[in-house]
C-alpha cells in the first residue's frame, strides 16, 4: 500500500513538471491528462485514477493534480488515512484521509 502509494505521488510530482512546461509553451495550463498527452503508467493506474485541471481564467493561473484510490481497490480499502493524494501549482500537498500530509507524501 505506501509502495502503491509513492509511486502515485512520484506520478503526481511528473504531471505537475509537465505542466509547467505545457504552460511555458502554450502560455496556459493543460485543462486535462489527455490534452497534457500524459498517463499514469501501469502500475500506478491498477490503483489510483490520475488526473489534472486547470483554472487559466485565475489570477495567477492554476492547476492541480490528484491521485484518488480507484473505489473498491485494496488501496482504497486499506490506505484510508492517507486517501487522495493532491498537489496544488503553488505546491500545496494535500490529503483527503484522516492521516498527516508529512506521512503521506
Known sequence: VKTNRAAAAAVVLGIANRQEQYFLDAREYAADMT???A???PEVSSNYTIATSASNNATPPTFQVTATPISGSNQAVKDTRCATLTLSSAGAKT???SGSVQDCW
Open 35 to 37: 490534452t497534457l498527452g
Open 39 to 41: 498517463a499514469a503508467p
Open 95 to 97: 490529503i483527503s484521509g
